[in-house]
């Protein structure tokens, strides 16, 4: 009985000296531990400082950038709504420049007033709805001087300088158009 006796006593003493150990590494490294642990908590301070400041940065940014789009968006409308108020302009003018022809040409059948309107419409049509500046150009030149033309003949007709005569500049400048629509 002693025996068992003497080593719970020596396992109550074994235990005893591993918690003096203990006590006493942790009494040796306390200031030690008190330093890592506030590192520890002001690197997590410092983290959150600055996850703080970069997303106000970024909500900043969110905002600029929210802002430019939306006075983009304003000048894109407003840049839209101008083109169409232009193209309706277009349109009114071609619509008076059929009527001159009419009246101008009395005796010209309806069709040949049409089709030259029509032919007016489809170059602003083809002018407006050209992807590269080039063909926008390009068409817008056909345009002007195809409208000239017209109104050209149509001044003369009107001045009486022309009689009878069908409006053969502008008949060919439809043919030539054609023929160079047909090639592209």
């Not at 074994?14 to 006590?23: C, G, M, P, S």
């Not at 940014?61 to 232009?86: F, G, P, S």
């Amino acid at each position: 009985m002693k025996s068992l006796k003497d080593h719970i006593h020596n396992i109550v003493n074994l235990i005893h000296a591993v918690k003096d150990k203990n006590l006493l590494w942790q009494t040796k490294n306390q200031d030690q531990q008190i330093k890592l642990s506030h590192a520890r908590l002001l690197a997590e301070k410092q983290l959150e400082a600055e996850l703080a400041k970069k997303s106000s940065q970024l909500a900043h940014e969110i905002a600029l950038l929210k802002t430019r789009q939306q006075a983009e968006l304003v000048m894109l409308k407003t840049r839209c709504n101008e083109d169409v108020k232009d193209y309706q302009q277009y349109l009114e003018s071609l619509n008076q420049l059929k009527l001159a022809i009419q009246t101008s040409y009395a005796h010209l059948p309806d069709a040949i007033a049409h089709t030259i309107h029509h032919h007016a419409k489809s170059l602003l049509n083809m002018m407006w709805e050209a992807e590269t500046q080039e063909d926008k150009i390009k068409y817008e030149a056909q345009l002007i001087t195809f409208m000239t033309t017209v109104h050209e003949e149509t001044r003369l007709c009107s001045a009486g300088m022309l009689g009878e005569k069908l409006p053969e500049n502008t008949l060919k400048l439809i043919d030539q158009n054609k023929s160079q629509f047909l090639l592209n």
